[in-house]
């Protein structure tokens, strides 16, 4: 009888976003390849249900998620703190398991490479950021990219020109995220009715989890001027906070009250019907104002066959061919931002045309298939057939 194969996943975030959505799909590639993922999140959240659901095995486990506000001496002691005991939890769960493999997911989980590199297993790390900063964080993890990775995967070109200067060993290979296309497709006909947006306004829609880099507060400025000349429009915001940013999403919504949005934008928050949402949406918008690696919600815009607007912000350039699938706007440019959008909001067949050429995009040069053959040939470079 074959002996069961088990590897380590290590997940930055329980939230169903890009990265969430992203470790869903390699989890199911390993599995089908024969091996046993156990995946250890930080904290509860709607990612738990969802493995749980999937059969995978799952333990909760503070893994002392590295962000930017702790780089500070009182929050540098205090990662250090919860690292240590993270790592002993990982001593504890591999004398249950015997791991042959980690993967870790993002650059915030740290304590994987240590690990792994102290027990001398080999170490997947998987690259969604660019950091353009602090330094000091910046070097360090690039230190331990060189220890303890040979080769990342990197989610973007981006990402793999913001990287590659930083490295003396380790290689990173790009492999660009993929997702399952199927619900995308579908047209939902009355979505803006199901949930509860004006069917008689045109939906300019933006998705992100909120902080301080994905824009939300740059995309109500351009709303405040759109609603000038386009009284027809309706903007919608759908994400929740990272925990620590609660206070952008209440600086969001004394704006909304305030600046007379109150009946011109909706805020969803977290949504689990981001197809149906998209369905009911008429232009997407991805105001990022800090390098973003490769926002999966661009795939999912692009699939549902909405024109996007993006910045020109790390991997999105990549994803959005400028006036084909969509435009590109300089970060931080309302008045651009401005500009674009009218284009859009004037010109149906114009919207219609870049939705059609970005489905198409996405279903030949991102489809899941081909992540899952990079995935599968990436895993068998680290790891022994049996």
Known sequence: MAKSRYVLFLQSSSELYGSGKIILQVLGIYRNEGLIPVVVLTGPGPL?????????????????????KYVNPTGLLNRLSKNLNAYRFLDELHHEFGFELVYSNTLAVIVGAYWAKRNCLPHIWHIHEILPGPAPLVKLLAKMLDSSTSSPIVVSNAVSNHWKSKLKLAKPEVIHNGIPYDEFLIAY?????????????????????????????FF?????????????????????????????????????????????????????????????????????ILPDSFPTVILEAMAAGKPVVATRSGGAAEMVLDGETGFLIPIGDVD?????????IENEALRLA???AGRTRVLKEYSLEAFEEKIKRHLWQHLKRN
């Open 48 to 68: 738990v249900g969802e493995l749980e659901s999937e059969g995978f095995i799952v333990r909760i486990q503070n893994l002392g998620i590295l962000r930017r």
């Open 189 to 217: 006909p009355n979505a803006k009715s199901e949930i509860g947006l004006p069917v008689d306004k045109l939906i300019i829609t933006m998705i992100g989890r909120i902080n301080p880099g994905k824009g939300q507060l």
């Open 220 to 288: 109500l400025e351009i709303a405040r001027t759109i609603f000038k000349t386009y009284p027809q429009c309706h903007f919608v915001l759908v994400g929740d906070p990272f925990p620590g940013y609660e206070h952008i999403q209440e600086e969001i919504r004394t704006i909304i009250e305030k600046k007379e949005l109150k009946e011109k934008v909706t805020d969803l928050g977290f949504r689990t019907d981001v197809p149906k949402v998209l369905a009911a949406s008429d232009i997407f918008v991805l105001p990022s």
């Open 336 to 344: 651009k931002g401005v500009r674009t959008l009218s284009k859009l």
């Open 354 to 356: 870049l939705g059609k």
